[in-house]
Nanobody, 123 residues
Framework: HVQLVESGGGSVQAGGSVTLSCVAS????????VAWIRQAPGKGREGVAS????????YYADSVKGRFAIWQDNAKKTVYLQINYLRPEDTAMYYC?????????????????WGQGTQVTVS
């Protein structure tokens, strides 16, 4: 079965960087959309970045373009999210989510596979 396991969060200072990892296992198809979706306290889920693993095509929310980077290491079955120039408003639980077929790669509601999340706190 599909499993997504995130790591790499923590408490970081504003202006710094953090890299989150998502190990994705259990997919039998060659390609899947793997997204990072965050949820800040009291707010809804926001898809920030996604990658289609078969082609490496990436998608970013307008609000994070230029600061966030998503990429994958196929051999390690891992998708990474680097966040640069961290801001207090980046504080959130960051989830890795995946789906095989979807219309909107950053839409949280279209993803059926989710990890447990990793917390990023910026101060």
């Amino acid at each position: 079965h599909v499993q997504l396991v995130e790591s790499g969060g923590g408490s970081v200072q504003a202006g710094g960087s953090v890299t989150l990892s998502c190990v994705a296992s259990g997919f039998t198809e060659s390609g899947a959309y793997v997204a990072w979706i965050r949820q800040a306290p009291g707010k809804g889920r926001e898809g920030v970045a996604s990658i289609y693993t078969e082609t490496d095509r990436t998608y970013y929310a307008d609000s994070v373009k230029g600061r966030f980077a998503i990429w994958q290491d196929n051999a390690k079955k891992t998708v990474y999210l680097q966040i640069n120039y961290l801001r207090p408003e980046d504080t959130a639980m960051y989830y890795c989510a995946a789906e095989l077929l979807l219309m909107r790669p950053l839409d949280a509601s279209e993803h059926n596979y989710w990890g447990q999340g990793t917390q990023v706190t910026v101060s």
